[in-house]
């Protein structure tokens, strides 16, 4: 079935860094990829909308600068963490969405951040 | 505006017991209602979903009905596995299935 690898699946960097994170839609071409956050006990809230070949659309509250969102392909999906703070440690998790799949959106594993 | 509500976890339990997960919403208009799961070290799977008012979504055992009166939609299965052991994920969506909106997430540990 369809598969969504994101990278890395963990990753520690040193704060005033930048981090990227990769989704990759395996076997499909993805029309639109998500970004989801989740910090500990509580919901996964989405971050941005990535439309491939256009600007990604981010969510009330979330900082485009810092977070930024590339949808070059339409197999590939990145976001980078811009100038890493202690509180940008979270949980990170992209789904991509094939255009005739309408609600069956696939998963990637997640990214645990942690910026030391 | 749209949000969902479970119960915090973790849920431990023994092979072949009843489960329970509470899920509550809040949501605009009609929305579909999801069940995702996600095992360690992979990524969110859907597990069973209902598009309207007492619609049932089952698999692989798990079942949940869409309640619009108590706007619930509670997991059940009847006997759980060593095997179900994940991190259960109650979901809506809008009209437009352009957005998702979670809940926290449970933890589901079932022990020999």
């Known amino acids: 079935g369809a598969v969504v690898s994101q990278h890395p699946s963990r990753v520690i960097c040193k704060s005033g860094t930048s981090v990227k994170i990769e989704c990759r839609s395996l076997?499909?071409?993805?029309?639109?990829m998500f970004w989801y956050r989740q910090f500990p006990k509580q919901s996964l809230m989405l971050m941005a909308t990535?439309?491939?070949?256009?600007?990604?659309?981010?969510e009330q509250g979330v900082e485009k600068d810092k977070f930024l969102i590339n949808h070059a392909s339409l197999t590939l999906s990145t976001l980078t963490v811009t100038s890493a703070h202690p509180e940008d440690s979270s949980f990170y998790i992209c789904?991509?969405?094939?255009?005739?799949?309408?609600?069956?959106?696939?998963f990637g594993q997640g990214t645990r951040l942690t910026v030391v | 505006g749209n949000s969902v509500t479970q119960m915090e976890g973790p849920v431990t339990l023994s092979e072949e017991a009843f489960l329970t997960i509470n899920c509550t919403y809040t949501?605009?208009?009609?929305?579909?209602l999801f069940w995702y799961v996600q095992y360690p070290g992979e990524g969110l799977q859907l597990l069973l979903k209902?598009?309207?008012?007492?619609d049932k979504g089952s698999n692989k055992g798990f079942e949940a009905t869409y309640r619009k009166e108590t706007t619930s939609f509670h997991l059940e299965k009847g006997s759980v596995q060593v095997s179900d052991s994940a991190v259960y994920f109650c979901?809506?969506?809008?009209?437009?299935?352009?957005?998702?909106?979670f809940g926290s997430g449970t933890k589901l540990n079932v022990k020999p």
């Open positions: 789904s991509a969405r094939e255009a005739w799949r309408g609600t069956r959106d696939i």
């Open positions: 076997d499909f071409q993805a029309t639109t």
């Open positions: 979901a809506l969506s809008g009209t437009d299935f352009n957005k998702f909106y």
């Open positions: 949501a605009t208009g009609y929305p579909s």
């Open positions: 990535s439309n491939e070949g256009s600007k990604a659309t981010y």
């Open positions: 209902a598009t309207k008012a007492d």
